[in-house]
């Protein structure tokens, strides 16, 4: 049984980066090394562990929690039943994200993590319209750890018998276990993660390495692959983040107009790169810009691959121009396919 509100408060109780000052956040790790074979192996063939604790976290209590949140939103909060999560986006009026986040519903609480850029907005918005309402936040940030057990070996490593469903959860001997799509995440308070980390006795994992697992799986991150001028169905979000049945919340028109009338002009695109890019270079076709790289990695399993939103001029199979030195791309469906 899914552990009360109170019970769940109590029990939930040095990285390199670059600096993107359209974000106003220190982001975009590095990836433009060979991914370590031994890292990738750990993560796709057994379990390894990646402390992503320094995402943003708040816990929502109160009668009208549920309700609240489901009309600010892309997804149906409303619709989840207590031990089920889901992923969903925070947008402004013209439909365009300013954050995305994890909900988890329990029987009288819902969790939101986000990245740590999200958080502001997030909190903003929980701040500045549940006034009147029955809705409490707090901003559990500095007090919970989130540690990711990435690999197929992830449910065995706790002996822990989740969903197969991303977004399920379960109390469990070391914190709150939550199925991810490539794996369990553990969420406990920041003063047991050491100890937690160390009754698991998993081997540490580099972010470069999981990054590169996420790019392989087609999925973009905020602030990475997309940002405050990106449409969810833009970034290939809306079978993930968005229901189009349940009631209005802000950006909801332009997000269903794209999706029932209209083509968007940028699609997320995988590319298989003839040498490593970096983030942030222009992609080209003759003299016109059609998107620039986002993720970008080299897998050992793949070679040069990144994630990219690309103008739709450019077609899937395309080759495009990737910076100035003579790097090219061809555009591919997600996921990427192992040969």
Same mark, same amino acid.
């Given at each position: 049984?899914?552990? =009360?509100?109170?019970?769940?408060? !109590?029990?939930?109780?040095?990285?390199?980066?670059?600096?993107?000052p !359209?974000?106003?956040?220190?982001?975009?790790?590095?990836?433009?090394?060979?991914?370590?074979?031994?890292?990738?192996?750990? @993560?796709?063939?057994?379990?390894?562990?990646?402390?992503?604790?320094?995402?943003?976290?708040?816990?929502?209590?109160?009668?009208?929690?549920?309700?609240?949140?489901?009309?600010?939103?892309?997804?149906?909060?409303?619709?989840? #039943?207590?031990?089920?999560?889901?992923?969903?986006?925070?947008?402004?009026?013209?439909?365009?994200?300013?954050a995305?986040?994890?909900?988890?519903?329990?029987e009288?609480? @819902?969790?939101?993590?986000? #990245?740590?850029?999200?958080l502001?907005?997030?909190?903003?918005? &929980?701040?500045?319209?549940?006034?009147?309402?029955?809705?409490?936040? *707090?901003?559990?940030?500095?007090?919970?750890?989130?540690?990711?057990?990435?690999?197929? #070996?992830?449910?065995?490593?706790?002996?822990?018998?989740?969903?197969?469903?991303?977004?399920?959860? %379960?109390?469990?001997?070391?914190?709150?276990?939550?199925?991810?799509?490539?794996?369990?995440?553990?969420? &406990?308070?920041?003063?047991?993660?050491?100890?937690?980390?160390?009754?698991?006795?998993?081997?540490?994992? !580099?972010?470069?390495? %999981? *990054?590169?697992?996420?790019?392989?799986?087609?999925? =973009?991150?905020?602030?990475?692959?997309?940002?405050?001028?990106?449409?969810?169905?833009?970034?290939?979000?809306?079978?993930?983040?968005?229901?189009?049945?349940k009631? &209005?919340y /802000? +950006?909801?028109?332009?997000?269903?107009?794209?999706?029932?009338?209209?083509?968007?002009?940028?699609?997320?695109?995988?590319?298989r790169?003839?040498?490593? %890019?970096?983030?942030? *270079?222009?992609?080209? /076709?003759?003299?016109?810009?059609?998107?620039? /790289?986002?993720?970008? &990695?080299? !897998?050992?399993?793949? +070679?040069?691959?990144?994630?990219?939103?690309v103008?739709? #001029?450019a077609?899937?199979?395309?080759?495009?121009a990737?910076?100035?030195?003579? /790097?090219?791309a061809?555009?591919? *469906?997600?996921?990427?396919?192992? %040969?």
């Amino acid at each position: 049984m899914v552990h =009360p509100a109170e019970t769940v408060l !109590s029990s939930l109780k040095s990285r390199s980066w670059r600096s993107d000052p !359209s974000l106003n956040r220190r982001t975009v790790p590095r990836l433009g090394a060979v991914i370590a074979v031994d890292e990738y192996e750990l @993560l796709t063939r057994s379990v390894g562990l990646l402390d992503r604790s320094e995402r943003g976290k708040l816990l929502l209590t109160g009668g009208e929690a549920a309700e609240f949140l489901q009309g600010q939103v892309t997804n149906d909060v409303e619709g989840l #039943e207590p031990g089920r999560g889901l992923y969903a986006a925070l947008l402004n009026h013209k439909g365009k994200l300013r954050a995305d986040m994890r909900i988890l519903r329990g029987e009288d609480w @819902l969790w939101l993590d986000t #990245e740590p850029a999200g958080l502001a907005p997030v909190r903003h918005t &929980c701040e500045v319209y549940s006034l009147g309402r029955d809705v409490r936040h *707090e901003d559990v940030t500095e007090s919970r750890a989130i540690l990711s057990l990435i690999g197929p #070996e992830a449910r065995a490593a706790l002996g822990a018998d989740l969903p197969q469903d991303e977004g399920s959860f %379960a109390e469990g001997e070391h914190g709150l276990y939550v199925a991810t799509d490539l794996g369990v995440d553990v969420i &406990c308070p920041v003063a047991d993660a050491e100890a937690v980390a160390a009754a698991l006795g998993l081997e540490r994992v !580099s972010e470069d390495a %999981a *990054e590169c697992l996420r790019v392989e799986s087609g999925r =973009p991150r905020m602030g990475f692959d997309m940002g405050g001028d990106t449409i969810p169905q833009e970034a290939g979000l809306n079978e993930r983040a968005v229901n189009f049945e349940k009631g &209005c919340y /802000v +950006g909801q028109e332009t997000v269903a107009r794209l999706h029932w009338r209209g083509k968007p002009n940028r699609h997320l695109r995988g590319l298989r790169l003839s040498a490593p %890019a970096e983030h942030g *270079e222009p992609l080209t /076709v003759g003299e016109r810009e059609v998107g620039k /790289v986002g993720t970008a &990695c080299v !897998s050992p399993a793949l +070679g040069p691959v990144a994630l990219a939103i690309v103008r739709r #001029e450019a077609a899937l199979g395309d080759t495009v121009a990737v910076g100035s030195q003579g /790097v090219t791309a061809e555009l591919t *469906e997600l996921p990427f396919t192992h %040969a």
